[in-house]
């Protein structure tokens, strides 16, 4: 079973930076794809980034291309989501998710099999 836990959360300014981490457990982490999602408070679940197992290959989301940048280190079984410009509007529950590898790109939350219990972002204005 895989397991996946995020850190890295916390209160930032507009304008300023976090790095999430999302580390995992329980099977191979290079077998899978991996992506962010995140959530605020009265909204849908959205997609936010994604890697290829191998980290050669990412996709994100229009809101945050050119200001997020999404990867992996498959020796710590981790994958990274680094928020750069961050505005009031990113403020939600940062989520990570797997899964197993196989069609390209996927951004839709029922395309990915496991799920963490989310990490709170807050940028104030």
């Known amino acids: 079973q895989v397991q996946l836990v995020e850190s890295g959360g916390g209160l930032v300014q507009a304008g300023g930076s976090l790095r999430l981490s999302c580390a995992f457990s329980g099977r191979t982490f290079s077998w899978y794809d991996m992506g962010w999602f995140r959530q605020a408070p009265g909204k849908e679940r959205e997609f936010v980034a994604a890697?290829?197992?191998?980290?050669?290959?990412?996709y994100y989301a229009d809101s945050v291309q050119g200001r997020f940048i999404i990867s992996r280190e498959n020796a710590k079984n981790t994958v990274y989501l680094q928020m750069n410009s961050l505005k009031p509007e990113d403020t939600a529950v940062y989520y990570c998710a797997s899964h197993s590898y196989g069609r390209w790109p996927r951004a839709e939350t029922y395309e990915y099999d496991y799920w963490g219990q989310g990490t709170q972002v807050t940028v104030s204005s």
């Open positions: 890697i290829r197992w191998s980290g050669g290959i990412t």
